[in-house]
Every structure is written in structure tokens, then in C-alpha cells.
């Protein structure tokens, strides 16, 4: 038991890294998936694919579905993927108390689908939740596939859901298992929490647990918490548990970035973040190189992207020393001016490189008043509409959900990661249904856009394949 409990009013500890559902924080999504994944367990929508970061939560989802899926649906949990093929389907058995042909999996397969229709026809349901099914061998996941295809005339028999990291991803992505790819309907990722998200998940913590006073962290407190954790839910966990015991210990009430600095310290997981580029420029100065030493740091970013001009901010203005005095010299008669010369004739503007079709389709897909999806929508014409079509851009993702509120609440995010002025939207009109196409940045080269994908950050590496896209394809698929 925390000794802190007391001291902080509270009744049970309130950050345990062991999945405890009463402390499910349904922010940053996770109470919208849920309820995704309810719905598509009930309505037949084939196999779902959670994914996530280790700490990102997953098992707690899975857990939480367990006891909000209604009686009439029978769930058989898998904590250990790693089964054989003919394993798991002996597995499956035991959960639904059935006895199946040990010898001929075909046979088994056969009696396990007679089961399930008789189950079916008595109004139940049955549900596999698969954990860790990163670590389950090919070989499984093709028994996955052929357990996905039992059903009646008319209805699946069974729905699966697998939970696992991002390496599951990679696993799928095989030519060997495209069909199994190919019947997963809906793909679902745990993504860390931002830092707003973080301070509104330490208080229902906290008051889950009983907490009844004013906020203990301080919005400094969080930011380290944030920073720290990388918006890792079991990290956030460990750091705010060893934050809460450190203030214990000094019989104070609030918890300071002192108290997270010395959990960090007790964390093997703590990483050592970038420093201000304050920082840099005053060491260089002190060597009598700041401008150089901070070009050079600046151009070695991880976001620092040889842009185009597309959309780069502007320019600092630069520093202009007083000229040094001259020595005075005797007057000189002044020589007549020359003529003036006739004003360079201004240089044409380019063409539009969008034709008026493409500018209509552009404009047919409406922000629905949300701020950023709009300014980013108005800066994506503007660049579609003068950039060269050997230029590049980083496709990170295509979605087909196209609600201006879910766009603008993952561009809300993504500022606190990349620059937003180096974000596109793009909407893809195709027999009258939109696409949004994200794309980071603008390049003069393939190359140059393949070396910034590799400056992502960390988080967008795992999340995203950022494929390099030429803004004349981009202007074909309008």
C-alpha cells in the first residue's frame, strides 16, 4: 500500500501500472474507440486491429471491452499468442467448453463452426480479444484468418480483435499475409497523450482514487511529466506514483517540477531531452562563433526540412553592425549622375498550376468551421496551386474519415510535434466521397523528402510510412 495515502486523502493508490478498469481515462480517444470497437464486435464487421507503443494502454482497452460487451457475447481472451496454429484453435475450444478432434484439424475446424452456428442460433456471441498478437508466429495468424471466415448464410460467427504493438504492422504488411490484411475492417492506434491530455489524465486519476482537494501538479509538474513519459499512460503512471512519494516525504501538498525531476532520476526509462536553442547560441558566443555554431545546429533539426519556400517561415532579419568611422577627406567636386535607367520590366507571373476542375473539387470539401483544418486547407490550395510538379512532399497518411472535427483534433496534436505550417490536407475527391490525404513539407528532390522522413519525430516514424509524393501526382489524384 502507498504510504502517501493518508497525507494526499486518498483510498487506493491512484497510479498503478496493473490494469485496473475503474481508472480507464476515457480522453485523448480512447472512450471514442471503445465504443468503435463495441459496435463493430456487434455488428459483424469482421477483424479490428488495435495498436500502440508499449504503455500506451492497449490492455486496459481490451480489459475495459471485457466487462462493457453486453452478457449475451461470450469473450475469450488470449494472453499468449505465441501458440501454435493447431494450439490456438484447441484453445478456443477449452474457453467454449468444447470437446473437438485432436488429430485432424480440419475436422475440428468443422466441429468448432457447428458450435458457433448452434450458439448463434441461441442469440449468443462470442468474441476473441488476442493481447501481444505481435509476437504470434505467421503460421497463427493464417489460422486467425481461417477461423475469421466461419459463418452462417448470413453472419460471422465469430470477432476477432488483435491488440499489439507497431511491429504488428510490420508482420501484416507481408505478401505472405494479405489476405488476412486485407479482412481487417477496422485499424485502431493507442497514440501517446499530449500535454493538455496528460494534466486532465493525472486529475481523474487522482480523483478516482478519492481525491476530493485542488489539482496537486503544477502545470509545470505536468509539462515535465509530458516531456519525460513521452504521454506514455504506464510512464505517466511511474512518474506521477515516485512524484506523489517524493512530495510525501517533504510533507507538502503540491507537486513541483522538483518532485517530477527526482522521480525522472529514479527512472530508467528518463531521457535526457534536447537543450534550448538558447543554449547553444550563448555557449557559441562564448567561443566567438554564435552565428555559425547556431546555423550549423539549426540545419541539423530533426524537423529541419530543406524547404522550397512553399510555406517557411520567414527569415530573422539580419544583424547590421554600425559601419566603422572613415577618415576625413578633402572635398571632391561631385561628378554629374548618370541618367536614370528605365525601370526591368517585372517578370511574368507563373501559370496556375491547378486546372479550374481541380480548383472546384479543392474547394468542395469544407472545413466545417474548424480554425486549423481551415487555414491549412486555404495554405494546401495555395501550394497545390504554384508548386512545381517534380517537387515532394511526405505523404503520412489517407483516411477516409473526412470529419473536419477529427481532422482538426489531430492537427491540434500535431503541433506540438512538427511545425503546422508544414502540413497539408488534401481532399481527394473519388465517385463523390472525399479522401484526406496528410502531407508534410516540400522538397526540391525524392532524396530530400526521404531524409526528412527520417528527422521525424519518433513518434510520427512508428505511426506513419511516409512515402514520398510528388506534388504532380498530388495534383493527378484531385
Known amino acids: 500500500m502507498a504510504l502517501y495515502l493518508e497525507h494526499f486523502g486518498l483510498s487506493e493508490p491512484p497510479f498503478r501500472i496493473t490494469p485496473h478498469t475503474d481508472f480507464f481515462f476515457e480522453g485523448a480517444d480512447r472512450g471514442a474507440t471503445l465504443e ?34 453486453p452478457q449475451h457475447v461470450a469473450t475469450i481472451y488470449l494472453a499468449t499468442p505465441s501458440l501454435a496454429r493447431d494450439e490456438i484453435l484447441h484453445a478456443i475450444a477449452d474457453d467454449l467448453e468444447l470437446r473437438v478432434s485432436p488429430d485432424r484439424r480440419s475436422v475440428a475446424l468443422r466441429e468448432l463452426q457447428e458450435h458457433l452456428i448452434a450458439l448463434y442460433g441461441a442469440g449468443r456471441r462470442v468474441v476473441i480479444l488476442i493481447d501481444e498478437a505481435h509476437v504470434m508466429p505467421e503460421d497463427t495468424l493464417e489460422q486467425v484468418r481461417l477461423l475469421s471466415n466461419l459463418e452462417s448464410n448470413r453472419h460471422k460467427l465469430l470477432q476477432i480483435v488483435l491488440f499489439g504493438q507497431p511491429e504488428l504492422d510490420e508482420t501484416l504488411a507481408k505478401a505472405a499475409l494479405r489476405q488476412l490484411r486485407d479482412r481487417i475492417t477496422h485499424a485502431f492506434r493507442m497514440r501517446p497523450l499530449v500535454v493538455t491530455e496528460v494534466a486532465k489524465y493525472l486529475s481523474f486519476r487522482m480523483r478516482a482514487a478519492g481525491y476530493r482537494g485542488p489539482e496537486v501538479f503544477t502545470p509545470r509538474a505536468v509539462r515535465l511529466v509530458s516531456r519525460a513519459s513521452g504521454g506514455l499512460t504506464r510512464r505517466i503512471n511511474i512518474l506521477a506514483d515516485k512524484a506523489l512519494l517524493s512530495a510525501y516525504t517533504e510533507n507538502t501538498h503540491a507537486i ?7 522521480a525522472i532520476a529514479d527512472s530508467e526509462f528518463a531521457v535526457t531531452r534536447r537543450p534550448r536553442l538558447a543554449l547553444y547560441v550563448a555557449a557559441a558566443a562564448a567561443a566567438g562563433v ?46 554629374p549622375e548618370p541618367a536614370a535607367q528605365p525601370a526591368p520590366a517585372p517578370e511574368p507571373e507563373p501559370e496556375p498550376q491547378l486546372t479550374a476542375e481541380q480548383s472546384r473539387r479543392l474547394a468542395g470539401y469544407s472545413g466545417g468551421g474548424q480554425r486549423l483544418l481551415g487555414e491549412r486547407l486555404t495554405a ?28 482538426e483534433r489531430f492537427l491540434l496534436r500535431a503541433r506540438e510535434l512538427v511545425p503546422l505550417e508544414e502540413l497539408y490536407v488534401v481532399p481527394v475527391s473519388a465517385g463523390g466521397q472525399y479522401r484526406l490525404w ?41
Open 36 to 69: 468503435a470497437l463495441i459496435y463493430a464486435v456487434l455488428h459483424d464487421e469482421g477483424i479490428v486491429k488495435v495498436s500502440g507503443e508499449v504503455g500506451s494502454g492497449k490492455t486496459m482497452l481490451c480489459r475495459v471491452l471485457m466487462e462493457r460487451l
Open 256 to 262: 513541483t517540477d522538483r518532485h517530477v525531476r527526482a
Open 290 to 335: 554564435a552565428i555559425g555554431a547556431a546555423a550549423q545546429w539549426i540545419a541539423t533539426l530533426p524537423l529541419a526540412s530543406k524547404s522550397i519556400g512553399i510555406a517557411a517561415p520567414p527569415a530573422a532579419a539580419p544583424v547590421v553592425q554600425a559601419p566603422a568611422p572613415v577618415p576625413a577627406v578633402p572635398a571632391v567636386e561631385k561628378e
Open 380 to 407: 494546401t490550395r495555395e501550394m497545390l496551386g504554384r508548386a512545381d510538379d517534380g517537387h515532394y512532399g511526405l505523404e503520412l497518411f489517407v483516411t477516409e474519415n473526412t470529419d473536419p472535427a477529427r481532422m
Open 438 to 478: 496528410v502531407i508534410f513539407g516540400g522538397f526540391r528532390s525524392r532524396d530530400e523528402a526521404l531524409a526528412a522522413g527520417r528527422r521525424l519525430p519518433p513518434r510520427y516514424q512508428e505511426a506513419f510510412r511516409a512515402v514520398p509524393r510528388s506534388f504532380g501526382e498530388l495534383r493527378r489524384q484531385l
